[in-house]
């Protein structure tokens, strides 16, 4: 069981820094598209039961901001699903993503850390959302992606980001290509 606040004690104690500069993970928003079944509400429904069942709470809909038509798409239609999640239920996510989901995944080979963005937020995308142990491998939604970002505090240093996703237990992919 991931208990983050004795992690970061833990990391203030080695780094011989203050609690409160050290990098801490302040959300993780996960969200998915219909694509696909934008039309089926029965589809839509099952992959809104999904969310709930892989994050323990209720999602929000996302719309769409503009009208595409090479999309079949108009303004404020419904496109998908997203979930922040915070405090326990943020630590029960993360437990079951590192020591559960990420495992399951077929020919993973750890965290590209091309993933971290400028802010040093890692983003994640799973491509079959039943590596979830909670979603059943023959689920009536039918293979739908699921977008992770996961957003710290305190996180200019790269370095210390990589730190924290190690202590955490985060498979992190080829060491050689970390920038400095």
């Known amino acids: 069981m991931i208990n983050l606040n004795k992690i970061y004690e833990k990391i203030a104690q080695e780094d011989k820094v203050n609690y409160f500069s ?29 969310l709930i069942a892989m994050t323990g709470q209720k999602p929000a809909y996302c719309q769409a901001k503009n009208a595409i038509s090479a999309f079949k798409l108009r303004k ?35 965290i590209n850390l091309d993933s971290l963005d400028k802010s040093n937020n890692l983003s994640l995308g799973i491509k079959e959302h039943f590596v979830f142990p909670e979603i059943p491998f023959d689920t009536p939604s039918g293979i739908i992606g699921v977008s992770i970002t996961i957003v710290f505090k305190n996180s200019s240093d790269r ?10 237990g985060f498979p992190i992919g080829k060491e050689d290509k970390i920038k400095k």
């Open 76 to 110: 404020n239609e419904i496109i998908g699903y997203k979930t922040t999640l915070r405090a326990k239920k943020m630590e029960d996510f993360l437990d079951r993503l590192v020591n559960l989901t990420l495992p399951n995944i077929r020919d993973f080979k750890g």
């Open 159 to 168: 370095q210390k980001v990589i730190h924290l996703l190690k202590y955490i």
């Open 22 to 50: 050290v990098v801490r993970i302040s959300k993780v928003i996960v969200s998915t598209g219909f694509g696909k079944f934008r039309d089926n509400q029965a589809k839509i429904d099952q992959i809104k039961k999904d």
